[in-house]
């Protein structure tokens, strides 16, 4: 064997990570400016977890999939290839596409979250002051509050009138709708708020949206703006204030996605967290016609204040649908089966990291973060600090996964969320490998994460997907 020197040497034991960039060809590179027109279409309609549910169904509906109520309605045996969704109240949505092999073999999942950081509506919300209405808020998830002041601003929401119909309610986001705006002070007079902290200047209870300015014309009524308000809403939508109290409302940033960068390499838009996971398997299960095991992208709520309720990743849901599939399909329902399947599978947890930025160089590592247009992002471990409350994956499952992007052309890296001691954060991983499920976190690296305008890089869009269809096929 011939010994190597030098150079030979160096690239036959080194390793650098490979911008997927270069890779593609421009074929390739047509395919993902061509996805990433869909990305962004899935990211102006699904700004909340409710209208994301509703256009993962809408998708998976004309993609095949048959709601669970209707196979157990209709009395159908499910066969492989059989493919069939489930719907949590609106909010979180399980696909299956049934393999080959029996569930108690295991199941390939893909789980990602459908919420995002925003500004939820107060129960009781309106109220006026000196002449101006304003809607009180509470913040959702890890926001930095002051990025949420001077933005244009939509409404979006749901409310159950007292006869109990659902109104959907939309403001903002045609461009002949008016949309709304939290104030800032003018830095003329902002100097005790800017001797501030970045996390003081701007306050929970001061988000307070503004909503309009106009009185109703009657002088014996006290808060004519309110009233006005009220008026609008009920001509309009047929809703009065009680019903606030039985809504659902939440304010997000108003506009669509946009391309960013003069070379049209980034998407820019709202709620990519996780939202980019989201539509990156849904879409490579789209294309499963008979995988040899199951598999399952799941969209689950509440990652974002911790996955708690019962439209989270800690509900029920999944395992009773797993249930309700085993009693399908199986000629004796068993829970041993049930658990069997649960244990026996492999996951990714698909969310997103931040990417490095060179704006902000000092809070994280260079060789272990990861970098936009580099590709799939691997992380091993995620928590804060000593690992705590991560799921921190074993060698032998990354070596698979490593091996499966790698036989796939799947350009991927790794990474890890900012410097030791730094900060931290989690994602769904550890709650599914409390099944016993081997789980490993994968997903999109973004900039500014959990900013109200969020950036992905368009070729790591496009490797999501080819790494997440390679994992279906496994």
Not at 77 to 82: C, D, F, L, S, Y
Not at 230 to 243: A, H, Q, R, S, V
Not at 398 to 420: D, H, P, S, T, Y
Request: glycine share 8%; with cysteine.
């Amino acid at each position: 064997m011939e010994k190597l020197e030098g150079k030979e040497l160096q690239d036959s034991l080194t390793f650098n990570w490979k911008n997927a960039w270069e890779v593609i060809d421009e074929n390739e590179k047509g395919k993902v400016f061509q996805i990433n027109e869909e990305y962004k279409e899935f990211l102006n309609k699904g700004k909340t977890e409710r209208e994301a549910a509703r256009e993962i169904i809408r998708i998976a509906e004309e993609n095949g999939f048959v709601s669970i109520d209707e196979i157990i309605k209709n009395k159908i045996k499910p066969t492989a290839g059989t493919k069939i969704y489930a719907n949590n109240k609106d909010k979180s949505v399980v696909l299956f596409v049934l393999g080959q092999e029996k569930l108690e073999k295991g199941m390939n999942i893909i789980g990602s979250h459908i919420d995002s950081p925003r500004l939820d509506l107060k129960q009781f919300p309106l109220y006026e002051e000196e002449g101006l209405a304003l809607l009180k808020t509470h913040y959702y998830g890890g926001v930095k509050k002051y990025q949420w002041v001077t933005l244009p601003l939509a409404l979006h929401g749901v409310v159950i009138n007292k006869e109990g119909k659902k109104i959907d309610v939309v403001i903002g986001e045609d461009e002949d709708d008016p949309v709304f705006f939290i104030t800032d002070l003018l830095p003329h007079l902002a100097k005790d708020q800017m001797a501030k902290t970045m996390a003081e200047g701007i306050t929970g209870e001061g988000l307070n949206v503004l909503i309009g300015s106009i009185p109703y014309n009657d002088k014996e009524i006290k808060e004519k703006v309110k009233l006005n308000i009220l008026k609008i809403l009920n001509e309009k939508y047929g809703i009065t204030e009680e019903d606030f109290t039985t809504a659902e409302f939440e304010v997000v940033p108003a506009g669509k996605a946009r391309d960013v960068g003069i070379d049209r390499s980034m998407v820019g838009g709202y709620g990519q967290d996780d939202r980019v996971c989201a539509f990156t398997s849904l879409k490579a299960i789209l294309d499963m016609e008979l995988p040899k095991k199951t598999a399952v992208a799941l969209f689950v709520d509440k990652e974002e204040i911790g996955s708690v309720g019962n439209t989270s990743m800690e509900s029920k849901f999944f395992e009773i649908v797993v249930s309700e599939l085993v009693n399908l399909t199986e000629e004796n329902y068993s829970e041993l089966v049930v658990k069997r399947a649960m244990s026996n599978s492999q996951v990714l947890s698909a969310d997103t990291l931040a990417a490095f930025d060179p704006n902000y160089p000092e809070v994280l590592d260079k060789k272990n973060s990861p970098y936009l247009g580099k590709g799939l992002v691997i992380v091993k471990y995620t928590g804060s600090r000593g690992k705590s409350g991560s799921n921190d994956a074993n060698s032998e499952y990354i070596a698979k996964i490593r091996k499966m992007f790698n036989e796939n052309n799947v350009v991927w890296q790794m990474g890890e969320l900012g410097k030791v001691d730094q900060g931290g954060g989690g994602t769904i991983a550890y709650i599914l490998a409390n099944y016993g499920m081997d789980v490993v976190d994968c997903g999109v690296s973004l900039l500014s994460v959990h900013a109200p305008f969020e950036i992905a890089s368009k070729v790591d869009v496009y490797m999501a997907i080819k790494g997440y269809k390679a994992f279906y096929m496994a």
